[in-house]
């Protein structure tokens, strides 16, 4: 199935007025994020808070000159224009599910808004054909660097872990958003919703062979759908999350690897022993996502393992349900 993010309008094909109306969107959506750190960060962190406090007057400061601007260029009427509304922009976690507020946490999803931002106005500025608004653009677009580096700051200063250097921080994140992103989406995708239809075959028929069929359709089909969602989503113009079809092409093989781990065993003729080494190779896959998300998505492994292992067990049973009634 392709997702309902191809339907989205890109950022090239946005209108200069367009650009401001999301901007001034963007502009009020952050200074509320940051609202929301402050609070949340107050009685732990009072110096920080304080830090991203300002950081939120900033961005209201930004929003008034964008809304100035705009009045100016096309008049009162500012269209709604979000984020969702755009194909590329990354969802970040909403502020009250990650609750209580670590100043790691924040600090990480600063940066990535702050990063995403910077792009946003650096690309804004090549489309833009007025003087001013050029000028503008330009003006945010500095003022989002030093945003980015105030954040940097924050872990330099109170993170009892340790320091990581600014340029191996960036590799990282753009390592999980070009290829651990897409891929643990795809295997999450092939490792549960072939379930259903690899064991429904698997107690319908008995029949090892013609089940080992049904999970290689189920996987190659899943794969080649999912790879085609992904590389449709997002362009990576305004994320940096890289090329579509790289990450079309590592969702999609992913997607058909965690579908095919749970397939082979049924190429062994003794149904019995085929079916426990499937549900053997179930438990570590849904082991393998559980650590990836632990160790990759600031996830508690105890939270992702329950996700995952709930979400797979319930798939299963439907599949198990189907094929023996």
């Excluded at 490792?191 to 429904?200: E, I, Q, Y």
């Excluded at 079309?248 to 085929?274: C, E, N, Q, R, S």
């Excluded at 438990?283 to 990836?292: H, N, Q, R, S």
Aim: proline share 2%; net charge negative; hydrophobic share 45%.
């Amino acid at each position: 199935m392709i997702s309902g993010d191809a339907c989205l309008k890109s950022f090239s094909e946005l209108t200069q007025q367009e650009i401001l109306a999301l901007a001034i969107g963007l502009e009020e959506e952050h200074g509320r994020i940051y609202a929301d750190y402050a609070d949340g960060l107050k009685d732990s962190f009072p110096a920080s808070a304080k830090v991203f406090t300002d950081m939120a007057e900033e961005e209201n400061t930004h929003r008034r000159q964008l809304i100035d601007i705009y009045r100016e260029k096309f008049g009162e009427h500012i269209p709604l224009i979000r984020r969702q509304d755009v194909r590329g922009f990354i969802k970040h976690e909403p502020i009250w599910m990650v609750r209580p507020l670590g100043l790691d946490k924040v600090r990480k999803q600063a940066e990535a808004i702050e990063y995403e931002t910077r792009i946003f106005y650096e690309k804004a500025v090549t489309r833009a054909t007025d003087a001013s608004i050029r000028k503008l653009l330009g003006d945010l677009a500095a003022a989002e660097r030093d945003h980015v580096s105030l954040a940097q700051k924050l872990g330099d200063e109170h993170l009892t872990s340790g320091n990581v250097a600014a340029e191996e921080e960036t590799r990282r994140r753009m390592f999980v958003l070009q290829i651990v992103q897409p891929g643990l989406a795809g295997l999450m995708d092939g490792s549960v919703s072939t379930l259903a239809p690899l064991f429904a075959a698997a107690f319908a028929t008995h029949n090892t062979w013609e089940t080992f069929l049904v999970g290689m359709a189920a996987s190659v089909g899943a794969g080649v759908s999912m790879g085609f969602a992904e590389a449709l989503s997002d362009d990576g113009e305004l994320t940096g999350r890289g090329q579509p079809w790289l990450r079309g092409t590592i969702t999609g093989l992913m997607t058909t690897v965690g579908g095919v781990g749970h397939t082979l065993p049924y190429l062994i003729k003794d149904f019995a022993t085929a079916t426990t080494l499937a549900i053997a190779v179930v438990l570590i896959e849904l082991w393998a996502i559980a650590w990836i998300r632990a160790r990759y998505m600031d996830t508690k492994f105890l939270r992702a393992a329950f996700e995952v292992v709930v979400g797979g067990l319930i798939v299963f049973a439907a599949g198990v349900l189907i094929g023996s009634s």
